[in-house]
C-alpha cells in the first residue's frame, strides 16, 4: 500500500502542505491582516475560511465571498484589500475545493446541490452570522443563489459575478446566446466526459504544471502583479488533489457546460425583498442577456446589472478597480437598506427603482466589444 502511495506522489507531486505552502505565498500580496480558520461542519468536514474584520463602532453588514469552480480563495487576492477596507469579509474554499475537506458527493443533481447549499449554513451557523451580503463567481454565484432560494432571511444583498449555470440548453439545433464552443475544446470535453473536469491535471502526473500553463496562458495578463510561478503553482495544487467538488459539478451538469436545473427557472422563487446585482464581463463566455431576464423575471425586486467593458469571465481579476468599485457600491446598497429595515421602511432607491425604467447606460454597460476567450480547466 504504502509503496503504491509512494508511486503516487512521484507521478502527481502534491499533498495538501504544498497546497497550504503554494496558498501563503500567493497571499503575501495581500497587505491587509487577516485569520485564518479551519470551520468544523458536520460529517467531519470542515470549511477552509479567512476572515478580515473591521472594528468599527457602527459595524457595516459583513461581506462573503464565494469562488468558482477550480479555484480557491487565494484567486481573491486583487480584491481581498480593497473589500474589506469598510467592512468584515469572509471568503472561504467551497467544500470539495481548495484547502476544504474534500468529501464523496452525491451524483444526482439536486442532492449534490443540497450538499453545497448545506455546507454554507452550516459554516454560518459555526461562524455566527445573521446577515450577510453573498457574493459567488461563475459556480459560486450558482451556489449563492441557490442558498438564497432556501435561507433567503439570511441575504442581505446576492451579488452574481459572471453566474455560471442560468440559462436553459437549447433545444438542438436552436443557436444559443452565449458564444460557440471551439471545436477543439469540444473534442477534449468528448474525450475527458466519463471522468471528472479536471482529471487531466492529475493523469498528466509532474506535466501537470505546464499543462495548466499552458491550457491558460491568460493567468498571466490577469495577475500582473504577481510571480507567475506563485500563481500557477497555487492553481496546479487547487486542482490536483483528490477529486470532489468537480465530481459534484459534473453531476450539476450536461452536455458541454449547461446546468441540468438552471437558475434562471428558480430565480424568482427568491424573496422580493432580497436584492441582486449582477456583474459581468463583456468578453465573457457566460452570455450576459441572462441579466436582463433575471430583471425582467423580478419586476417587483430590486435587480442591478453591470457589464464592464474589455473584461471576461474573470471580471475580478481583469478589472479589479472597477470591480472593486462595482461591489462596494452594492454593499452599499445593504447597508442602506439594513437601515431602512430597521425602521420598517422602503429605502427611496427601491421607491424610485419600482417607478423608474431601467436603461442601459453606455457608461458602465456595453454589449461585448471583442470575441471573448472561451475558458478551460478553470471557470
Known sequence: MFGWMRSWWNWCPTSELLLKQAEERLISYVHTAYEDKIVSISKGNFIRTICMKQDTENEKTPLVMVHGFGSGVGLWVKN?????????LFAFDVLGFGRSSRPKF???A???????????????????????VLLGHSLGGY??????????????????????????RPPPGQASGRPRVPMWIRALVFLVQPFNPLALVRAAGPWGPSLIQKFRPDFKNRFKDVD??????????????????????????????????????????IEERVPITMIYGSRSWIDNETGWKVKDLRKDSFVDVHVVKGAGHHVYTERPDEFNRLVMQACDVSDKLAEEDAVGELPQFLEDDAVRPFQRTESTLTMRDDPP??????D
Open 80 to 88: 481581498l484589500d480593497a473589500l474589506s477596507s469598510q467592512r468584515t
Open 106 to 108: 452525491s451524483n444526482n
Open 110 to 132: 439536486t442532492n449534490a446541490e443540497r450538499q453545497f447549499v448545506d455546507s454554507i449554513e452550516e459554516w454560518r451557523e459555526e461562524m455566527g452570522l445573521n446577515k450577510f
Open 143 to 168: 451556489l449563492s443563489a441557490a442558498y438564497a432560494l432556501r435561507y433567503p432571511q439570511r441575504v442581505q444583498h446576492l451579488i452574481l459575478i459572471d453566474p455560471w449555470g442560468f440559462p436553459e
Open 228 to 269: 507567475d510561478a506563485i500563481l500557477y503553482d497555487y492553481i496546479y495544487h487547487c486542482n490536483a488533489q483528490a477529486p470532489s467538488g468537480e465530481t459534484a459539478f459534473r453531476s450539476l451538469t450536461e452536455s458541454v457546460g449547461w446546468a441540468k436545473y438552471p437558475m434562471l427557472m428558480r430565480i424568482h422563487e
Open 373 to 378: 476567450r472561451v475558458s478551460v480547466v478553470l
